[in-house]
């Protein structure tokens, strides 16, 4: 039972504000066990991230007096104690895992220090280059979804920060098209290689990272002048968004559903501003929109009766 | 969506749990299970509403290019007429299909009807009260969930603009605090709201989610420097109610966790106030913890999610704020974190003892 049935039957019953409350709390609220687990959880991701934070902060000081030898290797010292510290066979596995991602951060503030001293600067791409090889053996074997998350974020950023340092030449449009196959690609293995154990919330982030860089690279695209990575976008986004919506009728989740058609929505309104720019046309794609996202959703809901008929 | 099994089986539980007899609108409550809005997913809620959004700049476009932001009187006409077809349209056909066009409706009508008084050279005041009553109006007739929502956001977005054209920007504080304590009442009292009346019932979801957007973004305002030259003075006013209302908070938990020794209760009070007064310079850090803590009381996703997204942007903001060298607050973060990992450690040894006995 949901909340939206109780309150669905306390509307058209005449259930006491006491009965409510006991179907409330006996259904719905998170009980003892579920809030010693939270608080449990709570406190070590505060501890692990407020520390971390401060060894951050510590070393961004850039403290003068202190000589590289001993700032290197005071990150490194706390480096090895913390991945000590994730091989006490004591730990439970997922403070161990909440541990590794701490050191994985640490990994990161290892190569801005060091960038520090031999004055890389502080986004230069191959500091996060760097970060992402040296955590790829911990992510790869705690198989841990929030480290994983990082992985995902420091590969992007590494590309992006590429992009704009070195490979100037490089179009928006490839640079979307190049985001939109790393991304991808890594949804694919994770949903035919996860054997349905990653959780739902790193599905729908990368997928919807992944729908963002083919819309923004499609729009750019036609509004900007033609090029061949725009072809290959195109039928990629052809190819994976209808992969996608046929994965989403399978799975019957309505994330792929309303995502894909909200995307497709968007880039048919980009097209037919480029068409023409009058203001009729601004009308004309007001009612497009609105009549198109009605039917999405009136699709979505006769979808999703019908797997609740099925069930 | 549930099926007709899962409905009779969920009714003849509460039939049992209760000694007296209950009465069930049987027909309709099977009839909305089978209307469209039996149970609709966070996915349509966020697509109508940024359908919504997108039509409704498109239309802007089309508003500004053809030039017909020029006439005052039209423009609130319009956005007057715009409204009420708005609402007709959801109190008529109550179904979600006609959701996108009944809020892209309503947000025009809103933007028209600013442009329009705008034009008319009314002040900011008068507008923003104008707003107030035409989004009351709007709750008071339909009370859909996603234009309930929306008017909530209007009536606060309102407020803060009042808040903002006086100059008034201390009042900030009043105005988070009594948001505050409103959402409170509201995440604690959810039994007795539902139960009042069917309009109260309808609005409770919306206005849970309304508030906790304009709580937020009177958080930001409060936690982000420069964006209101909110006086410092006057800042430990917001800390006060919002700390006050976690302590409140905790005393409910001892009961679900079952604590009882007088001792320990008091121990956990004082430990709450001393790590939370390092924040009394910052309400928006607390008031987002206060988040965290009452949506994961009533296992509400949403804010749970919103909360500790915002203690994170909240924290981060306030340690570059702060007006303190790298160092000392390097020196703040660590010692925190130490605190709560001997914490953890603590309350994990307890547990485990617990479990042992």
């Known amino acids: 039972m949901q909340r939206e049935d109780i309150h669905l039957i306390s509307r058209h019953s005449n259930l006491t504000e006491q009965a409510v409350e006991k179907a409330l709390i006996k259904y719905v609220y998170n009980k003892k066990e579920k809030w010693q687990k939270f608080l449990l959880l709570l406190f070590i991701s505060f501890g692990v991230g407020f520390m971390v934070s401060g060894i951050v902060f510590f070393f961004a000081y850039n403290w003068v007096n202190l000589h590289k030898f001993v700032k290197i290797g005071l990150v490194e010292g706390v480096l090895i104690a913390t991945t000590i510290l994730v091989l006490l066979p004591k730990l439970s596995i997922s403070i161990r895992k909440i541990i590794l991602t701490g050191a994985s951060f640490l990994v990161g503030v290892l190569f801005a220090v060091f960038g520090q001293i031999y004055q890389t600067g502080a986004n230069a791409y191959d500091f996060f280059l760097g970060w992402t090889v040296f955590v790829t053996l911990w992510v790869l074997i705690s198989n841990f979804t929030p480290l994983w998350l990082l992985y995902l974020v420091l590969i992007n950023t590494t590309f992006i920060l590429y992009a704009q340092q070195v490979a100037k030449d490089w179009t928006a449009v490839f640079v979307c098209t190049f985001l939109f196959i790393i991304n991808t ?20 982030i990368v997928s919807l990272a992944s729908t963002s860089y083919a819309t923004i690279g499609v729009v750019i695209g036609i509004f900007d002048n033609y090029q061949t990575a725009f072809l290959i976008l195109i039928l990629l986004t052809a190819i994976v968004f209808t992969l996608g919506i046929w994965h989403g009728i399978k799975t019957k989740s309505g994330f792929y559903l309303s995502v894909i058609p909200f995307s497709f929505i968007i880039i048919v309104s980009a097209l037919l501003i480029q068409i023409s720019d009058g203001g009729m046309m601004f009308l004309l794609v007001s009612l497009f929109i609105i009549a198109s996202v009605t039917l999405t959703i009136k699709n979505l809901i006769d979808t999703q009766k019908k797997w609740a008929n099925e069930k | 969506m549930k099926n007709k099994y899962n409905i009779q089986e969920l009714l003849d539980y509460l039939q049992n749990s209760e000694d007296k007899d209950l009465n069930f609108d049987e027909e309709a409550i099977f009839a909305n299970y089978q209307k469209d809005d039996g149970n609709q997913s966070l996915a349509i809620k966020i697509l109508s509403v940024f359908g919504g959004i997108l039509a409704s700049f498109a239309f802007l476009g089309f508003l500004f290019i053809a030039g017909l932001y020029n006439s005052d009187i039209g423009l609130v006409a319009f956005g007057g007429i715009f409204i009420a077809v708005s609402i ?32 008319l050279k009314m002040n900011e005041n008068f507008i923003s009260i104008i707003f107030i009553i035409v989004a009351v109006g709007s709750l008071s007739i339909v009370q859909n969930y996603i234009l309930s929502f929306v008017s909530i956001l209007i009536i606060n977005g309102s407020i803060l603009t009042l808040i903002i054209s006086n100059k008034g920007y201390d009042l900030t504080h009043l105005y988070v605090s009594s948001i505050a304590l409103t959402m409170n009442y509201v995440f604690l009292k959810e039994a007795k709201i539902i139960t009042t009346n069917n309009t109260l019932s309808k609005l409770y979801n919306p206005v849970k989610t309304g508030l906790i957007f304009s709580f937020l973004s009177g958080l930001v305002i409060l936690g982000k420097k420069g964006i209101l030259p909110v006086s410092l003075d006057y800042i430990w006013l917001s800390s006060i109610i919002i700390i006050y209302l976690i302590v409140y908070l905790i005393s409910n938990l001892f009961n679900i966790l079952s604590i009882s020794e007088t001792r320990h209760k008091i121990g956990i009070y004082i430990f709450t106030i001393l790590t939370l007064l390092p924040t009394a310079l910052s309400p928006a850090i607390s008031g987002a913890i206060l988040l965290i803590l009452l949506s994961f009381l009533v296992n509400y996703k949403t804010g749970l999610v919103l909360g500790i ?49």
């Open chain 1, 185 to 204: 690609s890594f949804l694919i293995s994770a949903i035919s290689f996860g054997k349905k154990q990653i959780p739902n919330w790193f599905l729908n």
């Open chain 2, 309 to 357: 997204a915002s203690f994170i942007y909240f924290i981060s903001q306030y340690y570059y704020d702060l007006n303190f060298t790298l160092l000392t607050k390097s020196i703040l973060l660590f010692s925190t974190g130490v605190l709560f990992i001997a914490l953890y450690l603590f309350t994990n040894k307890k547990l485990t003892a617990n479990e042992k006995v």
């Open chain 2, 88 to 119: 007709w349209v959801n109190k008529e056909y109550d179904k979600i299909i006609v959701e996108t066009v009944s809020v892209s409706f309503f947000i025009i009508g809103f933007i028209l009807l600013g442009f329009g008084c705008d034009q």
